[in-house]
C-alpha cells in the first residue's frame, strides 16, 4: 500500500482563545475523494488552510504528499491545487490572463501550450478574452477550476467549490472531478450538498473544531444507528405538532406531503410515531435514514456540549 | 414622527456613525493626532526668518579686529559659527553640501589695514538657493561693521578710528533670488514622494481587500517576489515622472542645471526605491485601502514641513532638525538641490546618498520581516 496524500494528526488551530479546529486527525489515501462536511463556521476552511501551508497549525503534525505540512509549505504549495471558497482570481484580467499568470507563478514550460490547453479541457476557449469580473458563478468556478489543475497537481483541495453554482454546472463540475480522480488526482472537497457527500469515495465530517465521524457514506449512515420512519395523511402539520420533543423523536422533518421522523432509539420511536398516527388519522411506515438526517443529529449532539 | 424629519431617524444614524467611528481606531487616531502634530509643528518648528543659520569662518590671522567682526555677526542671531577655523576649500564644500548657508572670509591684511587707516573688506558668501534663508541675514549686514568697530575702538581707545569696513556679499547659486530655482527640484521630490508611496500602499492592500491574497499565497511565490513585483511597477512609473518634471523644469521654469546628470539620477533612483519599499512597507501594516491612504499622509505632512521643502531646514530648532533626518525626502532635497542648483560632485553628496540607500535597504529588510507568508 503506497503511503497516503493527506495524513494528519492532532491538528489544532486557535484564533486567540478560540479554538477552531480541535485535534483533527484525517488520512486521506492517493486517488481517492473525500467529502469534507460540516456546518458554517465548523473549521472546514481552517483546516484546509493548514494543509495547504496557508496557516500555521498550533498543535498537530502532519504530511501532505510526504511533506512536511510545517516546514515543507512551498513543496506542498507547487504539488497542491487550491480552489478558495471566495472567488480569488484578478477580476480585471481575462481568463487567459489570469490563466498566463498562473502558469507564470508555477514556472510552467511553454505556458502558452498550458494555457491552451487547459483552456481547451474545460471548454474556456470561447470565453479566453472575457474579463473574469463579468463571469456569472458557474463560469468563475470554471476558471478557478481551471487555474488548480492546470500545473498538474498531484492532490486538489477544492473549499465548497459549488456554492452558488446552478445544479446543471454542479453535475459537470462533479464529473469534471470524478475524471481527474480516476486520473490518479486525490481530492478533498468540502461541500454543504448531500447530493455531492454521496458523490464522494469517503467523507468526513466536522462539527464545531472536532472529527465526529468518518468513513463511507453508508458506513457513515450505518454508524448513527437511527431509525427513520414517514407519516403521510391529510394532517401531517398536526403530527408534526404533536411530534416535537415527544419520547424517542430526535428529528421531525416536513417533505413535502410526508413528514420524515428520526430517532435513536427504534422501539420508542416505533410506539411514539404509530401512536400519533392513529390520532391524527395518519399512515405511518418504515424507511431508510439519509444522510442528511444522520448531519442534522450530528450537528444537533455537538451543539450540546460546546468546547 | 415628522415625514421630514425625525429624531429618533437621526439618532438611529448618529449612533450607527458613531460606533463605526469607534471601532476604526486608526482613523480616529488621525482626526486627533493629526491637528495636534500639526499644531506643534506649525508652532514650533516653522520660522519664516531664520535665525541662527550655520556660518563658516575663514580667517587665516584672527586679530582682534577679525574677532570682533565676528561677534558683532554673531549677535544679529542670525549667523552661528559652526566651522569657526576653516580653510576655503573646506568652507567652498560646506556651502556646497548644506551644510553652512554662509561662508565669512576675512582677509589676512583686515585688521592691518584697520590699523593702518584703510577701508578694510570681509567677503560674505550666501546659499541663495533658497532666497528667504538668505535675505534676512543679508538686511542687517549694513549695521553691523560699524557696530563692531565702534565697539572695538571703544575697548582700546589708541585704535585709529579706521576708514571703514567694505562688505563684499555675494548670493551663491542663485543671484537673482529666483524663488523657483529652489522650490522646483524639491517638487520633484515632493511629487515623486506621494505618487510613489501612496500607489505602492494601495498594491498588496488591493489583493487582500479583494481576496485575491488566498489565492496567492497558496501558489509557489516569494515574498521577495512578490515584494518586486508589486514596486518595479511603480518605479517604471516614477521614472516617466522624473522625466516630465526635469524637462519642464529646464524648459517652462529654467531652472540651472549646473551638476552631473548622472549624478542627480543615481540619487533619484535610490530615493524613488526607498519610496516604493516604504510604500510596501505600509501596505503591509494595514488592513484598508482606507488605512494605507491615511498612513501615507500621516507621514507625508512632517515630511513636507520639516525636510525643507517649505520652510529652511536650517531654520528650524535643533529638535526638529533631528526629526527631520528621519524622511528620505530631507536627505534627498539636499542631494538634488546641491548638485542641480550649487554643482555638487558625487563626493560632496555622499552622505546623503548613504542615507537615501540606508532608507531603501532597511525598509526592505523591515518589509519582508512585515509580510505574513501565511494568512495568520
Redesign the interface.
Known amino acids: 500500500m503506497t503511503a497516503p496524500a493527506i495524513s494528519v494528526t492532532g491538528l489544532t488551530k486557535r484564533f486567540g482563545a478560540r479554538t477552531v479546529v480541535d485535534g483533527v486527525t484525517l488520512s486521506v489515501a492517493k486517488g481517492e475523494i473525500m467529502g469534507f462536511l460540516g456546518p458554517n463556521g465548523s473549521g472546514k476552511t481552517t483546516t484546509i488552510r493548514m494543509m495547504c501551508g496557508l496557516l500555521e497549525p498550533d498543535g498537530g503534525e502532519g504530511r501532505v504528499l510526504g511533506h512536511d505540512i510545517r516546514h515543507e509549505r512551498r513543496a506542498i504549495k507547487r504539488k497542491v491545487g487550491y480552489m478558495t471558497q471566495r472567488f480569488s482570481f484578478y477580476e480585471d484580467l481575462t481568463i487567459a490572463e489570469n490563466l498566463n499568470f498562473v502558469a507564470g507563478l508555477y514556472g510552467m514550460k511553454p505556458a502558452r501550450k498550458a494555457v491552451r490547453d487547459t483552456l481547451a479541457d474545460l471548454g474556456l476557449t470561447a470565453r479566453r478574452d472575457q474579463l473574469a469580473g463579468s463571469l456569472s458563478g458557474g463560469w468563475k468556478q470554471r476558471l478557478a477550476l481551471a487555474a488548480c489543475i492546470m500545473h498538474k497537481p498531484d492532490l486538489l483541495m477544492l473549499d465548497e467549490p459549488t456554492a452558488g453554482v446552478d445544479p446543471k454546472a454542479r453535475r459537470e463540475f462533479w464529473d469534471e472531478i470524478h475524471a481527474l480522480a480516476d486520473g490518479g488526482l486525490t481530492v478533498l472537497v468540502s461541500t454543504h450538498y448531500m447530493d455531492e457527500a454521496e458523490r464522494c469515495h469517503r467523507i468526513a465530517y466536522i462539527s464545531f473544531g472536532h472529527l465526529i465521524a468518518q468513513g463511507k457514506v453508508p458506513q457513515v449512515v450505518r454508524d448513527a444507528g437511527l431509525t427513520t420512519m414517514i407519516i403521510t395523511g391529510p394532517k401531517t402539520a398536526e403530527a408534526a405538532r404533536l411530534l416535537k420533543g415527544a419520547l424517542g423523536v430526535d428529528q421531525v422533518a416536513p417533505f413535502g406531503a410526508t413528514l420524515h421522523v428520526v430517532g435513536t432509539d427504534a422501539e420508542l420511536l416505533k410506539k411514539t410515531v404509530e401512536k400519533v398516527a392513529r390520532d391524527t388519522g395518519n399512515a405511518a411506515a418504515d424507511s431508510e435514514t439519509s444522510l442528511e438526517d444522520v448531519f442534522i443529529q450530528l450537528m444537533g449532539e455537538s451543539e450540546d456540549t460546546p468546547t | 414622527m415628522s415625514r421630514f424629519f425625525s429624531f429618533t431617524r437621526l439618532a438611529a444614524l448618529l449612533v450607527k456613525e458613531s460606533i463605526q467611528m469607534r471601532r476604526d481606531r486608526v482613523t480616529f487616531a488621525m482626526m486627533i493626532g493629526v491637528p495636534l502634530l500639526q499644531l506643534m509643528l506649525f508652532g514650533f518648528a516653522i520660522n519664516t526668518d531664520p535665525k541662527g543659520l550655520p556660518a563658516a569662518l575663514v580667517a587665516p590671522t584672527q586679530d582682534r579686529f577679525t574677532r570682533a567682526m565676528i561677534s558683532a555677526l554673531e549677535l544679529t542671531g542670525y549667523y552661528r559659527f559652526v566651522a569657526p577655523d576653516a580653510s576655503a576649500p573646506l568652507a567652498e564644500e560646506m556651502i556646497a553640501r548644506g551644510d553652512v548657508a554662509f561662508v565669512v572670509t576675512v582677509p589676512s591684511d583686515f585688521g592691518r589695514r584697520i590699523e593702518r587707516g584703510d577701508r578694510a573688506r570681509i567677503l560674505i558668501e550666501a546659499d541663495a538657493t533658497d532666497p528667504s534663508v538668505a535675505s534676512g541675514a543679508i538686511s542687517t549686514l549694513s549695521t553691523v561693521a560699524a557696530s563692531a568697530l565702534r565697539r572695538e575702538a571703544g575697548l582700546d581707545a589708541t585704535a585709529p578710528p579706521g576708514n571703514g569696513i567694505d562688505i563684499t556679499v555675494h548670493r551663491r547659486y542663485n543671484p537673482e533670488g529666483i524663488t523657483q530655482y529652489n522650490i522646483v527640484p524639491g517638487l520633484l521630490g515632493v511629487i515623486l514622494q506621494l505618487t510613489m508611496v501612496m500607489m505602492t500602499a494601495m498594491a498588496l492592500i488591493r489583493e487582500t481587500e479583494?481576496?485575491?491574497?488566498?489565492?496567492l499565497?497558496?501558489?509557489?511565490?516569494?515574498p521577495l517576489e512578490i515584494m518586486l513585483g508589486k514596486v518595479v511597477p511603480y518605479f517604471a512609473v516614477g521614472a516617466v515622472q522624473v522625466a516630465v518634471v526635469l524637462v519642464s523644469a529646464k524648459l517652462v521654469f529654467d531652472v540651472p542645471f549646473v551638476g552631473a546628470v548622472h549624478v542627480v539620477l543615481a540619487g533619484i533612483f535610490v530615493f524613488v526605491l526607498a519610496l516604493v519599499i516604504l510604500g510596501y512597507l505600509i501596505s503591509t501594516v494595514s488592513r484598508t485601502q482606507m488605512q494605507a491612504m491615511q498612513l501615507t499622509f500621516f507621514f507625508f505632512l512632517p515630511s513636507l514641513l520639516l525636510s525643507g521643502f517649505m520652510f529652511p531646514y536650517r531654520g528650524m530648532p535643533p529638535w526638529a532638525q533631528v526629526l527631520g533626518e528621519i524622511f528620505p525626502l530631507t536627505h534627498f532635497l539636499r542631494l538634488i538641490r546641491s548638485v542641480m542648483l550649487k554643482g555638487a560632485d558625487a563626493t560632496t553628496v555622499a552622505g546623503s546618498f548613504s542615507a537615501l540607500t540606508l532608507f531603501a535597504i532597511g525598509l526592505a529588510l523591515l518589509a519582508l520581516l512585515r509580510f505574513r507568508?501565511?494568512?495568520?
Open positions: 479583494r481576496g485575491t491574497m488566498e489565492n499565497l497558496s501558489m509557489p511565490a516569494t507568508r501565511t494568512l495568520d
